[in-house]
DNA sequence: GAGTGGTCTAGACCACGGT
DNA sequence: CCGTGGTCTAGACCACTCG
């Protein structure tokens, strides 16, 4: 019985635990890596018994907000090269091997959100944006041309050296410089024709079939924060997905 | 305390439970559609608690095994045209909205399964196999060609009358004749140029871009049951995936 | 051994779908 | 009204991590 309002919608008592945890985490009241209260602890602050607390965090954890550790804890979340690719990144070799890529920026600049991407970030039209194009390498081999949006206001300071070779996911970046956690995406596949300059940068030739994802990357509320769109050769690579 | 094998590895008792309920629905013992017993009655047979049993029974529902139904009871998953679609018929418009397919069938023919088939079906280089060759259409339009593979032992009298428009799933057919239900699919997405034939069923541009999905069903215990293979247009249609 | 999350139990009560 | 699944509690014990 934690909140009693008239005529309220009926919600379990784990599910307001569990928005409030969220809410935390959001808030940035509990950071990435951290630790947080054990399940009695949380559960004698909210005046719940431990198993309610228990569901929470069990949704929570299916959700990727936090990490729970048998004999250890419960953490915050965080994005490092490994999970974040593991997660998000989902190419395989024709092997069905997974593989890693690192990145050439192109170029970075300012632009102005379009009609398309304005919608799809949910901000004005004319927003200013980061606009990032880089190139990404697998197995030695350029396989995937990238453009990145993001709003200048969510990430006043983001400045990505063109030519240099990362090796850091850009929602590494994003979270440990800008607090900006990317939990989920929506992607949209399709196949497109190379243009000349993406046959140029990614050694294949003119008009060559390429897989366009295009991604909506939004925080743990869901807000839309990144848009992307990525133009991969499947030649000897495939988007992997698992249906169950 | 259900089984105490020396040397066994350690597993929770609702996890031997949740075997035990795969099993009778993968043997056909509690068949697609079917009530199966409430939950106090399952714990009594086990001799386990009730909320035992309901770990079991959660963790099925969310491999869509069963259908939960407050006050009504828990059902054997069923395919049926629409959540069938729903839940493995990915492409939406480019509105986002979803559509719904139809069928023609071009061909059904027997054929043998080549190396990449035989290895994809875990079966015996050269078994015969069902060949269906059919295009979709969407919003009255003409917009995936695709080619389907399965076992003829599995489906002996499996028989589309070609030229007939297909209003059922395949998947539906599968479970209600053959009592085969697809539960997982692997897909692998690429980008290929249409041949002259599918440029031609497609009513597109000979060597425009499609994209092409591989797939792979599979049955409840995960066994490969289904290649197929689909070329989509994508001027008009997505494929639509989330990553949470 | 202390502390954490994971399993399991037993029982009370609630929300929903039918009769 | 009954029977179902859904929530919540309180407490016991198990498995894992670490000092």
Redesign the interface.
């Known amino acids: 019985m934690l909140i009693e309002p008239m005529e309220a919608a009926y919600s379990p008592l784990y599910a307001q635990i569990k928005a409030i945890l969220v809410d935390r985490i959001a808030s940035g009241q509990w950071k990435p890596g951290e630790l947080i209260p054990n399940e009695f602890l949380l559960a004698s602050e909210f005046n719940v018994s431990q198993g309610t607390v228990r569901k929470a965090l069990i949704a929570l954890e299916a959700?990727?907000l936090i990490d729970r550790q048998q004999g250890r804890g419960t953490y915050v979340a965080r994005h490092t090269s490994e999970t974040s690719l593991f997660?998000?990144f989902r190419m395989?070799g024709l092997d069905?091997r997974r593989v890693t890529p690192s990145s050439r920026v192109i170029s970075q600049k300012l632009c102005v959100a379009s009609k398309e991407i304005a919608q799809a970030l949910d901000v004005e039209l004319g927003t200013r944006l980061h606009c990032i194009t880089r190139v990404r390498d697998m197995r030695e081999l350029p396989a995937i041309f990238e453009r990145i949006y993001v709003p200048q206001a969510l990430m006043p300071s983001l400045e990505i050296r063109p030519g240099a070779t990362m090796v850091d996911e850009m929602y590494v970046i994003y979270q440990e410089h800008f607090g900006v956690t990317i939990a989920?995406?929506?992607?949209?596949?399709?196949?497109?024709?190379a243009t000349r300059e993406q046959a140029r940068l990614l050694s294949i030739e003119d008009g060559a079939?390429?897989?366009?994802i295009?991604r909506i990357g939004r925080n743990v509320t869901k807000k839309p924060v990144e848009f992307r769109v990525s133009r991969?050769r499947?030649d000897v690579?495939?988007?992997?997905?698992?249906?169950?």
Do not use: M, N, Q, W
């Not at 989920?184 to 024709?193: T, W, Y």
């Open positions: 959700e990727k997660h998000f395989v069905d989920h995406a929506s992607e949209r596949l399709g196949a497109v024709s079939p390429l897989l366009e295009t991969c499947t690579f495939r988007y992997a997905t698992e249906i169950t």
